[in-house]
């Protein structure tokens, strides 16, 4: 009663302050439909569906261990992106002298894709966005001097995760660590790959099994290490928000669960080994809230397959600050941001972390970039005390509140999957993908119309460009580099051995045999990436996707403030001087899978009016000049984010040239370096547009250039 | 029209023509020249002889400017027939454009284009429809990898949405045809529909005479099942393909009744893996229906198939029909005759297309019209006389 009154009194007095304004005004809607008070109480603790309990046991909304950070704090993990084996080596070793824990490995384009270096199809992506692996030999100097029973590694591969990991393990071997010792995680997430990343190789069908195939293997015979770590990363990266990113995940993990019973695992020799990994953005309470939900649904998940051990219940995570918050404009900003995000996931109880460099909107780390991400964890780690205290927002009442709402939101959304069947018929449909690009299409469009904020981009614009030096990568150069290595080993390896591996691989793969096992052994009998993937491949066949596209949302959500109404002006004195609306083609050349900007950018183009073409992903420049001049387009826009504009866009405007077509107007758009810009100008490319665009001022300038 | 292009079109020599109005062979000539006015009494001679063809405004107006092309434009539509002809595509896709815009200029520039075209007897127009994810996309895919192992050349024309909203569009259709489109036995060509099928069937029609003229044998027109497009395309091809799920009626397929009834082949698509059982049953309903539905081509009747485009199944079987279809047809001479039909009922569709725009854009805006409308709307002014005062104006304007 007393209670009562006095949250009456609070509303009379805050409703005062208001003056004419009323206290519903100051409810904030989240972008994920959750409805958050000014003001929480008491009262609100009550109301929460979700069960709080104590670290280190079970629902473990809390945090997976007892002591959690009071012990060990999380592990530093820098993720990195260097093209050859031996710049990625050295700076290992550098990390490791300055507090780095955890190795984590990012790999090229081709190798993702299964492709070895000397393929025709990579030409640009070779030693981009990451190391190339094309066999043992580079894991060998990958590892070099490391040593593997002491060191964690953690590999973001997923596409060609059999004869990567087969690699891996038979690299330890040789320097002798045997596999049982290996600690670590391969990420080894399909299902994501088909929602938002598009690294995949084979069709769904063989990815499951091939998923199943590491679980299993992993769980016999590598007891430390961690066989999948189911992604909503980059569902975030794609532009999901909050409570599809833990919605989608945890069906996800629900479907490998049911893939690796159906192999005859038992629940408990696995489950505690999945991880996950988790992006953290600027959202900050959404973001605690949403790891602690996490934990609790999916003890609550795995808990329906009824296992023994505790330990299956327990989520583990891995969090990375979000790089699609870090813009190029103003870019020392992102420091901050980093450091905001990374706050959050340690106040969230993450298990390891890796914070993403203030440059990352521009290009790949330099050493300094790298240095102040590294010290930002630890400057968190040593000097504020947080560790000291486990959980520390438990029972806060809006923390806790926003844990209920984010748990049933979420369940709303693993409901509509489970209801048509599970993630893999879901993907299938296209409902993931299609929802996430609906948040994608309407979080640019408040972006661009005002109402959702970022410094320097929208608000606050710096006056002067600041130069930042930036690290530039030699393709070519890595690329001449690793096909001479790959010509010698080809030269000096028995190929009656390469033969027979290759033979009994695809054996395995039409027949039940396990992939890893028997990838190990090729691996070491110097057996390439490529060529391991490509035996498989003649059995499962590469995979295509079919691009759907959204329409509308970009528009409804957009708020007009004039510059609609210009564009609309600008487009009818086109159409009655040219005849046809502006056509554009949108392109994604080179195996960069990440198409979340290349769809954006579509759906906004046509919402303004625009007739947009969408090439297939994983274009050559050739073939992208011959759909721009089927097709019409007045202008190629060719979306870039793993540093292969260098090689492919002087190949798209050579291609252009010997088809006579050079009056096809080119304008590029993504992670470009400034210090790139008078590069692409002088190939004779129209206009570049960096991270952080505003879409509307951009087709304004895209109309007039035409 | 002008006297002298009425001459020349029904080959009447100036001087049976003279003869036949009473004037003499030089007076004619200056009537053509321009040099004199024909009096009225000669003009209404002129008007009842040429059926209205030539009435007094071809003397006394000059032609609107957009029907006479510059030298240089004549010699851009020159350059472009000659490379169609040699192959380049950079050529063919910009006749396609002149034949899509919606300038005067280029539409001029097209119909020259096409007035130099020759008429393809060789080639197969196949039209595609079904609703949005039946596998249109894909099955076209297969099915012109398999035509170009064949050694046909493969065309063709996808028909998109626009958005009525915004008149934008988004055009996906070649990240489904990911090996057609780079193979250079290919052109695939995707169109938005800018909201008017009339115009969709004009621009398709003469869009399938530029790629015959590159040399492509093979033409597909693929449109969404759901809207009325599908009449129109039906008009411009020589067989139509309708591709269904494995499941349920016309009712569950959300396609049109009557679009199945155009069918002269019926295709249940994606028969793979757990839906092959649903695929047979709902073959064999349609099997049935179909000896219920009256035969529009009299000499094959329509069959339904089988298909998976991504396991490559029921291809062969389908294209072996279709050839059967065309040779029966060729055979029988019916396949050309149809082709004659469909250009007659092209001509009047352009000529409801253009009366539409005429009526749209020139008549609605004109001031004297929007008087007598707003005398209807104030009850000052009755209906059928303010139609038949607006009808008549039609055929006094010439611009």
Known sequence: MDRKKSYKGWEEKASKELHDKSLEDHFWETPEGIKVKPLYTEEDLEKINHEIGLPGLPPYTRGPRATMYTNRPWTIRQYAGFSTAEESNKFYKEGLKNGVMGLSVAFDLATHRGYDSDHPRVLADVGNAGVAIDSIEDMNLLFDGIPLDQMSVSMTMNGAVIPVLASFIASGEEQGCPREKLTGTIQNDILKEFMVRNTFIFPPKPSMRIVADIIEYTSKKMPRFNSISISGYHMQEAGANQVQELAYTLADGKEYIKSALERGLNIDEFAPRLSFFWSIGMNFFMEIAKMRAARYMWSKIVKEFKPKNDRSLALRTHCQTSGVSLVEQDAYNNIVRTTIEAMAAVMGGTQSLHTNSFDEALALPTKFSARIARNTQLIISEETGICNVIDPLAGSYYVESLTSSIVEESQKLINEIDEVGGMVKAIEIGIPKMRIEESSAKRQARVDSNEETIVGVNKYKPTEKQEINILSIDNEEVRKRQISRLHELKKTRNSKNVESFIEKIKNAASSNGNLLEICIEASKNRCTVGEMTLAMESVFGRHNLSTKTISGVYKNTVKNDGKIDIIDNELSKFLNKKGRRPRMLVVKMGQDGHDRGAKLIATAFSDLGFDVDIGPLFQTPEEAAKQAIENDAHVIGVSTLAAGHKTLVPLLMESLKNNEASYIKVICGGVIPPDDYPFLYDLGVSKVFGPGTNIQEAAIEIINLL | ?399
Not at chain 2, 174 to 193: E, H, Q, Y
Not at chain 2, 314 to 338: H, L, Q
């Open chain 2, 1 to 399: 029209m002008k006297l002298k292009s009425y001459l020349k079109l029904f080959k009447i020599s100036n001087i049976d023509f003279s003869k036949k109005i009473g004037i003499s062979n030089v007076s004619l000539s200056r009537y053509i020249t321009g040099e004199r006015l024909p009096e009225k009494s000669i003009l209404n001679k002129i008007f009842k002889l040429t059926e209205g063809l030539v009435d007094a405004n071809d003397f006394f107006l000059s032609n609107s400017p957009s029907h006479d092309l510059s030298e240089i434009h004549k010699e851009e539509i020159k350059k472009m027939i000659f490379n169609i002809r040699e192959g380049k595509l950079k050529d063919l896709a910009k006749a396609i454009t002149l034949v899509e815009s919606s300038l005067k200029l280029h539409n001029a520039q097209a119909d020259l284009l096409l007035s130099k075209l020759k008429h393809n007897k060789k080639s197969l127009r196949i039209g595609i429809t079904g609703v949005p994810g039946v596998g249109k996309s894909t099955f076209i895919e297969t099915f012109g990898m398999s035509l170009i192992d064949l050694g046909y050349k493969v065309a063709v024309l996808a028909i998109d949405p626009s958005s009525k909203r915004t008149g934008g569009s988004i055009l996906g259709d070649k990240t489904r045809m990911m090996k057609l489109s780079v193979n250079k036995n290919a052109f695939i060509r995707p169109s938005p529909s800018q909201g008017n099928l009339g115009g969709v069937a004009k621009r398709t029609s003469e869009s399938i005479r530029c790629l015959e003229e590159a040399g492509f044998n093979i033409i597909f027109v693929e449109t969404m099942g759901v809207g009325q497009a599908e009449t129109t395309v039906y008009d411009m091809v020589d067989i139509f393909l309708v591709l269904l799920l494995p499941s349920g009626g016309d009712e569950l397929q959300g396609i049109k009744k009557g679009i199945i009834e155009m069918a002269d082949v019926i295709i249940i698509n994606k028969a793979d893996g757990n839906l092959k059982n649903t695929a047979e049953i709902t073959m064999s309903e349609y099997k049935n229906a179909q000896n219920m539905i009256s035969n529009i081509r009299v000499d094959i009747s329509p069959e339904v198939f089988l298909c998976s485009s991504t396991e490559s199944t029921g291809i062969k079987k389908i294209w072996n029909f279709i050839k059967k279809f065309e040779k029966v047809r060729r055979d029988s001479g019916s396949f050309y005759k149809t082709r004659v039909q469909q250009q007659t009922k092209a001509i009047w569709r352009n000529i409801s297309l253009q009366s539409q725009d005429h009526i749209e854009y020139k008549l609605k805006s004109k001031d004297s019209i929007k008087k007598i409308i707003k005398d209807v709307e104030k009850n000052n002014f009755d209906v059928n006389n303010a139609s038949r005062i607006i009808f008549d104006s039609i055929f006094k304007s010439n611009s």
